[in-house]
């Protein structure tokens, strides 16, 4: 595995030491996870499914796709 991490912001790309990003991490996730509460699980599963698509389709995903019934199911 890598030992660097790059960080996208807008169009510009940062290099960051994997352990700097793991501590980083550490500390944010129980925020985010207390942010993501109000999600139902339903919403979850969607947000899953754009997060690991996105990157495959490389455009936006339209409101079918995202239902469940878009050309990658």
């Not at 790059?6 to 169009?11: A, E, F, N, S, T």
């Not at 510009?12 to 129980?30: F, G, H, N, Y």
């Not at 979850?44 to 490389?58: I, Q, Y």
């Not at 995903?61 to 995202?66: A, E, G, K, Q, R």
């Amino acid at each position: 595995m890598s030992e660097t991490i790059l960080i996208g912001q807008g169009r510009e790309m940062t290099k960051i030491p994997r352990e700097e990003w793991e501590q980083d991490l550490s500390v944010i996730a129980p925020i985010v996870e207390a942010e993501l509460e109000f999600m139902s699980e339903e919403h979850h599963r969607v947000r899953n499914f754009v997060v690991k698509e996105l990157p495959l389709v490389g455009q936006p995903l339209s409101p079918i796709d995202c239902a469940g019934v878009g050309p990658h199911h």
